[in-house]
T-cell receptor, first 114, second 115 residues
Framework: KNQVEQSPQSLIILEGKNCTLQ??????????LRWYKQDTGRGPVSLTIMTFSENTKSNGRYTATLDADTKQSSLHITASQLSDSASYIC?????????????FGRGTQLTVWP | EADIYQTPRYLVIGTGKKITLECSQTMGHDKMYWYQQDPGMELHLIHY???????EKGDLSSESTVSRIRTEHFPLTLESARPSHTSQYLCASSEQGVVRFNGYTFGSGTRLTVV
């Protein structure tokens, strides 16, 4: 069964600190992995997208890593800001269908305190 | 700024009413999707479309229906709303092809509450 598991479920950090969110997946055959940021009551917004051959990708203070062998990904946020408070969702796409089906994790709820 | 729009953003409606959630995109994407998301839970695909006159049911069974008469428009309808339909509904669209995933864009969602 294709699954995407994220940890921790929730995380509280102080403003300015760094944090790392984890994503493990069993989706096969793998096509790509995306990290989304979802503010409360809003739709997800893409942060990074990585294919099989990419190990690291950065987008400002967000850096995602991918180990396709162990089927693990992480999202590292540096120098956190209050506006980083949101749910961070790991999404994996397979290449076994023309739909390019997406498999969603439940997200990590990040809260940044001043 | 996303070019996919959902209306209304919030809707509170009584049981038994018929409702239509609107979704429009200006990117010319052929593929469109409807997801349902409960608080703290993952998104579940309920409907998708490959293009005009194409509609398919997703992974999660839903009593809602969709139509795709125009490329840019993918409305979702509930003929008789019930409290169990209370949820957030997210619309998305993507470019053709599995690899070109950069074009996968979500709308801001409709928060539906049925009382």
């Amino acid at each position: 069964k294709n699954q995407v598991e994220q940890s921790p479920q929730s995380l509280i950090i102080l403003e300015g600190k760094n944090c790392t969110l984890q994503c493990n997946y069993t989706v096969s055959p793998f096509s790509n992995l995306r990290w989304y940021k979802q503010d409360t009551g809003r739709g997800p917004v893409s942060l990074t997208i990585m294919t099989f051959s990419e190990n690291t990708k950065s987008n400002g203070r967000y850096t995602a890593t991918l180990d396709a062998d162990t089927k693990q990904s992480s999202l590292h946020i540096t120098a956190s800001q209050l506006s980083d408070s949101a749910s961070y969702i790991c999404v994996v796409s397979d290449r076994g269908s023309t739909l390019g089906r997406l498999y969603f994790g439940r997200g990590t709820q990040l809260t940044v305190w001043p | 700024e996303a070019d996919i729009y959902q209306t209304p953003r919030y809707l509170v409606i009584g049981t038994g009413k018929k409702i239509t959630l609107e979704c429009s995109q200006t990117m010319g994407h052929d593929k469109m999707y409807w997801y349902q998301q409960d608080p703290g839970m993952e998104l579940h695909l309920i409907h998708y479309s490959y293009g005009v006159n194409s509609t398919e049911k997703g992974d999660l069974s839903s009593e809602s229906t969709v139509s795709r008469i125009r490329t840019e428009h993918f409305p979702l309808t509930l003929e008789s709303a019930r409290p169990s339909h209370t949820s957030q509904y997210l619309c998305a669209s993507s470019e053709q092809g599995v690899v070109r995933f950069n074009g996968y864009t979500f709308g801001s969602g409709t928060r539906l509450t049925v009382v």
